[in-house]
T-cell receptor
Framework: AQKITQTQPGMFVQEKEAVTLDCTYDTSDPSYGLFWYKQPSSGEMIFLIYQGSYDQQNATEGRYSLNFQKARKSANLVISASQLGDSAMYFCAMREGVKAGGYQKVTFGTGTKLQVIP | ETGVTQTPRHLVMGMTNKKSLKCEQHLGHNAMYWYKQSAKKPLELMFVYSLEERVENNSVPSRFSPECPNSSHLFLHLHTLQPEDSALYLC????????????????FGSGTRLTVV
């Protein structure tokens, strides 16, 4: 079973509108964390936002917010006031488990391609 | 230079060649990672290093050989590759291996686009 599921291969949004990118996850670990990364066409993955499983409040970073619904195991990314520069691939990721040396593996989803229309 | 730098940006190699990918970080991080990104597949973790010690080898074929001489540099030595190894290879770093980078996440390089012919 996939650990991270992103069901939207592609999305379109009008400039200045808000958009929600979906992410669901699967884990039995009580301590985990969720991330969103952006990958423009240049290839570099850019960290956007993080939510820990014990965090009570939804994470926010500027125009990005993470809608964390623990019971539903969902961690959707909301981008407000979309800009042309937001056009990119967006990846949801999760850290879980503790391995030797304290390392926690990070698993990524397949991504959603967002295109912002002028 | 700042951030994570990967060289070369593009690489075309024959199946019998030997080449190396280089990653360098100027962030003072203690953990470094290699990921493989193929089209329409999730990022695949390959190797994890913490303070120059390998802590994860994610069942990667032996034709990929990592090397971490110090906490700032990471190499991926390639030999006898197959066409299915063509992909974008991403290097990343974080302060340490705990919490997946936590509130700061991983810092990635721009990747090396590898084509095996």
């Amino acid at each position: 079973a996939q650990k991270i599921t992103q069901t939207q291969p592609g999305m379109f949004v009008q400039e200045k509108e808000a958009v929600t990118l979906d992410c669901t996850y699967d884990t039995s670990d009580p301590s985990y964390g969720l991330f969103w990364y952006k990958q423009p066409s240049s290839g570099e993955m850019i960290f956007l936002i993080y939510q820990g499983s014990y965090d009570q409040q939804n994470a926010t970073e500027g125009r990005y917010s993470l809608n964390f619904q623990k019971a539903r195991k969902s961690a959707n990314l909301v981008i407000s006031a979309s800009q042309l520069g937001d056009s990119a691939m967006y990846f949801c990721a999760m850290r879980e488990g503790v391995k030797a040396g304290g390392y926690q593996k990070v698993t990524f989803g397949t991504g959603t391609k967002l295109q912002v229309i002028p | 230079e700042t951030g994570v730098t990967q060289t070369p940006r593009h690489l075309v190699m024959g199946m019998t060649n030997k080449k190396s990918l280089k990653c360098e970080q100027h962030l003072g991080h203690n953990a470094m990672y290699w990921y493989k990104q193929s089209a329409k597949k999730p990022l695949e973790l390959m190797f994890v290093y913490s303070l120059e010690e390998r802590v994860e080898n994610n069942s990667v074929p032996s034709r990929f050989s990592p090397e971490c001489p110090n906490s700032s540099h990471l190499f991926l030595h390639l030999h006898t590759l197959q066409p299915e190894d063509s992909a974008l290879y991403l290097c990343a770093s974080s302060q340490d291996v705990f919490l997946g980078g936590g509130a700061y996440g991983y810092t990635f390089g721009s990747g090396t686009r590898l084509t095996v012919v």
